[in-house]
């Protein structure tokens, strides 16, 4: 199982920087010669659902730091729509931000820019993969299940957006999955290369 999720994780460091660039070019050209207000809010509106409720709330304060308490049926919903954010399953995600506050700023830390500089900016994230900071997603057959499938979850989505219309999978899928990826790659280069204490915690 180890293996799996290994495999998974590293595979996603290699063509996240290539999926970046791609989508990043791919919207800006669509921004240029088919923007429309109504299409611009729809992606705005799919960026809240999958970056904001799945990742920043589900991945972050919920799965990887427990802050509070939400049924199964609707973590499993959130999760879903936080994969379809296109940054890693939420069983990868919460590995790279644990082993990130293991090792915050120091040698270790999956996307410091105190260690990597400017190249975080593309997700090439890259640490020793450990179940068992992950073991309560691992143990989760539907977790388990979306990071071992999650790049047929991703096709699967956007095929289905492309079947209904061109222009939802431009601007349901790849407009919000090339905000929510800068968005995110942003975030941990400015905070932890600008960023300040204010207390005298290990973190």
């Known amino acids: 199982m180890n293996a799996v999720l290994v495999r998974l994780t590293r595979a996603n460091s290699k063509i996240f920087p ?3 660039i791609s ?25 809240f659902l999958t970056g904001c409720l799945g990742i920043t ?15 199964k049926p609707m973590e499993y919903l959130l999760s879903i729509l936080g994969a379809l954010g296109g940054t890693g399953s939420p069983l990868g995600w919460v590995a790279v931000h644990k082993h990130h506050h ?9 996307h410091s820019p ?7 900016l593309f997700s090439t994230y890259k640490f020793e993969f450990d179940k068992w900071q992950v073991r309560h997603l691992i143990c989760d057959p539907f977790h388990l299940a979306l990071h071992n499938y999650y790049h047929l979850w991703i096709l699967l989505w956007a095929g289905a ?6 222009k939802l999978l431009i601007f349901g899928f ?10 995110s790659n942003l975030s941990n280069w400015g905070n932890h290369l ?6 005298a915690t290990p973190e």
């Open 18 to 20: 290539f999926i970046q």
């Open 23 to 47: 989508f990043t070019l791919l919207t800006v050209y669509f921004l240029v010669t088919a923007f429309e207000i109504k299409w611009f809010m729809l992606s705005l509106f799919v960026y």
């Open 57 to 71: 709330i589900t991945f972050h304060r919920y799965l990887s730091h427990k802050s509070f308490k939400m049924s």
């Open 102 to 110: 293991k090792y915050s700023d120091r040698a270790g830390d999956p």
């Open 114 to 120: 105190q260690q990597y500089g400017w190249r975080i």
């Open 161 to 166: 957006l492309w079947f209904i219309s061109a």
């Open 174 to 183: 790849i407009v919000p999955v090339t905000i929510q990826l800068w968005a």
């Open 194 to 199: 600008f960023g300040y204490r204010n207390f």
